[in-house]
T-cell receptor
Framework: LAKTTQPISMDSYEGQEVNITCSHN???????ITWYQQFPSQGPRFIIQ???TKVTNEVASLFIPADRKSSTLSLPRVSLSDTAVYYC????????????FGTGTRLQVFP | DSGVTQTPKHLITATGQRVTLRCSPR?????VYWYQQSLDQGLQFLIQ???????AKGNILERFSAQQFPDLHSELNLSSLELGDSALYFC??????????????FGPGTRLTVL
């Protein structure tokens, strides 16, 4: 399973766009990139998943460059309710033996 | 609401004791995963079951064990509890295990406090 590196924490203000970058230099051909969001004392919640280029859903966008060694989760116009921990996972989710969420990125949104 | 239920929500016990955490996956999901999350730490994968059989093992202690029953609910058994076992324990389920797209749906967790 590819090791991921993401910032420990980030601060933002309401209405701003937030970009969280995850590095995964050892990503394998079959690996997907998946992001989860976790609020305090709750289980993580799936946000978005992608393999290459750009993926967009109603919550976020995921940008993946051609070499796939990194990815960027983009949250448009954040609100206070986006304050959470964001985890980047890389792997073949169907066949991985270990799923490593790591410590994630703690996003704090201020009014 | 993810559709995954966990009981109990809170559990307080003493060192040396044994507890059982229960998880009911989303309807139709065959895979169940267990995770441990200590204070201010990331999630640690413990174990995965698929349709009643153990499929993958993570950093699970020998004092811990799990099983998945024919009705697909799962139980995580923690024995000889130590203070360091105090944590949030999450269960997750997913529909498929042979696909690279394998979204996991997490339950609300069980908060275990060992005194």
């Amino acid at each position: 399973l590819a090791k991921t590196t993401q910032p420990i924490s980030m601060d933002s203000y309401e209405g701003q766009e937030v970009n969280i970058t995850c590095s995964h230099n050892n990503i394998a051909t079959n690996d997907y990139i998946t992001w989860y969001q976790q609020f305090p004392s709750q289980g993580p919640r799936f946000i978005i998943q992608g393999y290459k280029t750009k993926v967009t859903n109603e919550v976020a966008s995921l940008f993946i460059p051609a070499d796939r060694k990194s990815s960027t989760l983009s949250l448009p116009r954040v609100s206070l309710s986006d304050t959470a921990v964001y985890y980047c996972l890389v792997g073949d989710m169907g066949n991985t033996d270990k799923l490593i969420f790591g410590t994630g990125t703690r996003l704090q949104v201020f009014p | 609401d993810s559709g995954v239920t966990q009981t109990p929500k809170h559990l307080i016990t003493a060192t040396g004791q044994r507890v059982t955490l229960r998880c009911s996956p989303r309807s139709g999901d065959l895979s169940v995963y267990w995770y441990q999350q200590s204070l201010d730490q990331g999630l640690q994968f413990l174990i995965q079951y698929y349709n009643g059989e153990e499929r993958a093992k993570g950093n699970i202690l020998e004092r811990f064990s799990a099983q998945q029953f024919p009705d697909l609910h799962s139980e995580l058994n923690l024995s000889s509890l130590e203070l360091g076992d105090s944590a949030l324990y999450f269960c997750a389920s997913s529909a498929r295990t042979q696909s690279s797209y394998n979204e996991q749906f997490f339950g609300p967790g069980t908060r275990l406090t060992v005194l």
